[in-house]
Each structure stands twice: as structure tokens, then as C-alpha cells.
């Protein structure tokens, strides 16, 4: 079943790709770069997926504090 699956995915990608050959340019302060939209597409969703894996990580570092358990009154009032 995977392998099927990642075959269908790797045409569906080879699909995309040649449907998306136009080079683009992408201008940001003081650069200019002349790239292919679906790589640009690529390297946008590979950002994504880094960015989302460090903000992951972190919000597994920050481990919320557990309230403290009441005492249990019933074996103090029968002592």
C-alpha cells in the first residue's frame, strides 16, 4: 500500500512540476532571484516543514506545571 501510494504522490510531484515551469523572479530588499515556480513552491514547504519541526521542539520543551494533588482529608479525619 505505501509503495503504491508514494508512486501515485511521485506522479502526481512530476505532474506539478511540468505544469509549473515558468521561471518567476523573486525580488526581497536588495536581491533578485530567477527561479522555476515549482521550486520556489518546494523551497517554501520545505521551510514550512523546518520551521514547524523548531517550533515543535520547543513547545515540548516548555512543560507546563502540574497542579499539586489535594491531601486526602478522609484518612486524617478517621486517625
Same mark, same amino acid.
Given at each position: 500500500? %505505501?509503495?503504491?501510494?508514494?508512486?501515485?504522490?511521485? /506522479?502526481?510531484?512530476?505532474?506539478?512540476?511540468?505544469?509549473? #515551469?515558468?521561471?518567476?523572479?523573486?525580488?526581497?530588499?536588495?536581491?533578485?532571484?530567477? #527561479?522555476? %515556480?515549482?521550486?520556489? /513552491?518546494?523551497? /517554501?514547504?520545505?521551510?514550512? #516543514?523546518?520551521?514547524?519541526? /523548531?517550533?515543535?521542539? #520547543?513547545?515540548?520543551? +516548555? +512543560?507546563?506545571? %502540574?497542579? +499539586?494533588?489535594?491531601?486526602?482529608?478522609?484518612?486524617?479525619?478517621?486517625?
Amino acid at each position: 500500500m %505505501r509503495f503504491i501510494t508514494g508512486i501515485v504522490f511521485g /506522479i502526481l510531484m512530476v505532474i506539478f512540476i511540468f505544469q509549473n #515551469i515558468d521561471v518567476v523572479v523573486i525580488n526581497f530588499l536588495f536581491w533578485s532571484v530567477s #527561479i522555476s %515556480r515549482a521550486l520556489m /513552491i518546494f523551497l /517554501i514547504f520545505l521551510m514550512g #516543514i523546518v520551521l514547524g519541526a /523548531i517550533l515543535s521542539s #520547543i513547545k515540548k520543551g +516548555k +512543560k507546563l506545571p %502540574r497542579p +499539586k494533588p489535594e491531601p486526602d482529608l478522609q484518612k486524617s479525619e478517621s486517625v
